[in-house]
């Protein structure tokens, strides 16, 4: 661990593994990092010290990780397991597939319901029950994208050719499939849950506006879209996979174009994260840089680089007051925003 001294609030830490996700429970400051070596690295952002490990199993990797519905964290292993890890790291398993690989997971961000998606069928659970998982499918192939509605009232599924939605208010019994083609991959809903995007191994995106149920699709990246995420009044969509800012305007028709600033030479965004409350967003891209953009301004400025190549995750905690992200190469960061801004 160590202290940035040109950054006030930033604490960096050295892992050693693949940092597949990081996030900060929804029931404390807690924050954690999901690691491919099978080891979930618990930090206390209040006052960061030596990172807590706790191990998932000696020949396990993380798969996907993120924030439980309520408290604590999930993780999906690649030997079959769904782990849920309470804030002070105790692991207890949700789910066991022996053979099945468990990915992709979501939340809401409001209310208990949790998803899992293991080959072509989907698991859901409520966070902090020990009610038996409900399973939804199969799909018409692999689930390889998985978001919850914000309130839990829709789950979307995507697959190869389409986007498969179940209800709540059907009892997840009758599934609703959108014809998107080619191989839909990441999938999530706006905060207020008026839109559903999705992007392709195509270099793709895919929506819904549920408002109007209009359809509309996004095109033009160089590379393939692996993060993307709306700004906390949805009238902005941003996506990773260019040298800059990318973000689109809600709904569609305002502005055909997309908006593009702040672009780094010889380097590609890997990872974006709108604040869930302000008008500001983070990017990270290859070469281990972090950066901090002022949508309202379209500007942006450095706010860390990490040693290694390209940042895999980034996540700011619900309430907008912890910042946490890692690197392909084992680096992870958290970043106190009170006292980044010198009010803590």
């Given at each position: 661990m160590s202290e940035n001294e040109?950054?006030?609030?930033?604490?960096?830490?050295?892992?050693?593994?693949?940092?597949?996700?990081?996030?900060?429970?929804?029931?404390?400051?807690?924050?954690?990092?999901?690691?491919?070596?099978?080891?979930?690295?618990?930090?206390?952002?209040?006052?960061?010290?030596?990172?807590?490990?706790?191990?998932?199993?000696?020949?396990?990797?993380?798969?996907?990780?993120?924030?439980?519905?309520?408290?604590?964290?999930i993780a999906g292993?690649?030997?079959?397991?769904?782990?849920?890890?309470?804030?002070?790291?105790?692991?207890?398993?949700?789910?066991?597939?022996?053979?099945?690989?468990?990915?992709?997971i979501a939340t809401a961000t409001r209310g208990p319901l949790m998803a899992a998606g293991a080959g072509n069928e989907v698991y859901l659970f409520a966070d902090?029950?020990?009610?038996?998982?409900?399973?939804?499918?199969?799909?018409?192939?692999?689930?390889?994208?998985?978001a919850v509605a914000p309130g839990g009232t829709i789950v979307a599924c995507a697959h190869h050719g389409g986007m498969t939605m179940w209800k709540l208010e059907e009892g997840f019994s009758t599934p609703n499939t959108l014809e998107w083609p080619g191989s839909n991959q990441k999938t999530v809903f706006s905060p207020g849950g008026?839109?559903?995007?999705?992007?392709?191994?195509?270099?793709?995106?895919?929506?819904?506006?549920?408002?109007?149920?209009?359809?509309f699709g996004l095109t033009g990246y160089p590379n393939k879209i692996t993060?993307?995420?709306?700004?906390?009044?949805?009238?902005?969509?941003?996506?990773?996979?260019?040298?800059?800012?990318?973000?689109?305007?809600?709904?569609?028709?305002q502005n055909d174009d997309a908006i593009v600033f702040s672009p780094i030479e010889e380097a590609i965004m890997t990872a974006v994260a709108p604040h869930p409350q302000f008008p500001l967003a983070v990017g990270g891209f290859t070469g281990g840089i972090v950066m901090l953009a002022d949508m309202s301004k379209q500007t942006a400025t450095p706010l860390a680089i990490l040693d290694g190549n390209r940042i895999s995750t980034l996540n700011w905690s619900h309430d907008g007051l912890f910042l946490v992200g890692g690197s392909e190469d084992g680096d992870g960061f958290l970043l106190n925003m009170m006292q980044f801004l010198g009010m803590a």
């Open positions: 040109t950054t006030p609030g930033l604490t960096t830490f050295a892992f050693d593994a693949y940092v597949t996700g990081a996030a900060v429970s929804k029931s404390s400051p807690m924050a954690a990092f999901g690691l491919g070596d099978g080891r979930v690295a618990l930090v206390d952002p209040r006052s960061p010290q030596i990172p807590k490990f706790i191990s998932l199993g000696d020949n396990c990797g993380i798969l996907c990780f993120c924030a439980a519905a309520k408290s604590g964290f292993t690649d030997d079959g397991r769904l782990m849920k890890i309470t804030d002070s790291g105790e692991a207890r398993e949700l789910l066991s597939i022996p053979g099945k690989w468990i990915e992709p902090d029950t020990d009610e038996a998982p409900e399973k939804v499918g199969p799909h018409a192939g692999t689930v390889t994208g998985l008026r839109f559903l995007v999705c992007a392709t191994q195509d270099k793709t995106l895919y929506g819904l506006d549920f408002e109007t149920s209009k359809q993060s993307l995420g709306f700004s906390a009044d949805e009238s902005l969509l941003l996506t990773d996979a260019e040298q800059a800012f990318v973000a689109w305007e809600l709904p569609r028709g």
